[in-house]
């Protein structure tokens, strides 16, 4: 079955630190791979994508995300952790074989960023 | 910036009731994604359309049904509601798929009492 994971419920870092949040899959082929943020009682906001090429991608607010296509992850860093970066982050797949008309979402991860 | 827009944001209806969803895409966009998110828990897939076709179908209950219109609006339909299908649901446009991001639109909450 396909599925994306997100080890990490809950991630703890404090401003200015650098900020990891963890992302594998298993979906066969080489599938899209991107990362959203979702703020309280509003709708995903789209971060940055993997398509092909070079293996880091620089998204918005300063994120960037590594794929590593052995390990099959996808890892959502930044180099120094903002408070306002607080929010709840998905990492998401989508299969080519489905023309990436079919989206999975991991669970999510928590990131709160203390001052 | 245009985004997408959903009606009504929130919604309240008996069980066995019926609801329809509206999802306005932005502009020139011609796929439409439908999502339901329950209290603490990630987007659940339920289906897509391109240009106006179903292109994908993922955990849509049989009790539900969408479609997309000539001006790439979309509804989705749900009959027969139950307590569980109380929760956040998000429309989603893109420019064709093909890994294109998704603009998601602020959410219909549904309230099944």
């Known amino acids: 079955a396909q599925s994306v994971a997100q080890p990490e419920d809950q991630v703890n870092v404090a401003e200015g630190n650098p900020l990891t949040v963890k992302c594998t899959y298993s979906?066969?082929?080489?599938?899209?791979l991107f990362w959203y943020v979702q703020y309280p009682n509003r709708g995903l906001q789209f971060l940055l994508k993997y398509i092909t090429g070079d293996n880091l991608v620089k998204g918005s607010y300063g994120f960037e995300a590594e794929f590593n296509k052995s390990q099959t992850s996808f890892h959502l860093k930044k180099p120094s952790a903002l408070v306002s970066d607080s929010a709840l982050y998905f990492c998401?797949?989508?299969?080519?074989?489905?023309?990436?008309?079919?989206?999975?979402f991991g669970a999510g991860t928590r990131l709160f960023v203390k001052a | 910036a245009a985004g997408v827009i959903q009606s009504p944001r929130h919604l309240i209806k008996e069980k066995r009731e019926t609801a329809t969803l509206k999802c306005y895409p932005i502009p020139r966009h011609d796929t439409v994604y439908w999502y339901q998110q329950g209290p603490g828990q990630d987007p659940q897939f339920l289906i897509s359309f391109y240009e106006k076709m179903q292109s994908d179908k993922g955990s849509i209950p049989d009790r539900f049904s969408a479609q997309q219109f000539s001006d790439y609006h979309s509804e989705l339909n749900m009959s027969s509601l139950e307590l569980g299908d109380s929760a956040l649901y998000f429309c989603a446009s893109s420019w064709t798929s093909g890994g294109d991001e998704q603009f998601f639109g602020p959410g219909t909450r549904l309230t099944v009492l």
């Open positions: 979906v066969s082929g080489n599938p899209y």
């Open positions: 998401a797949v989508s299969p080519r074989n489905t023309g990436g008309f079919k989206t999975i």
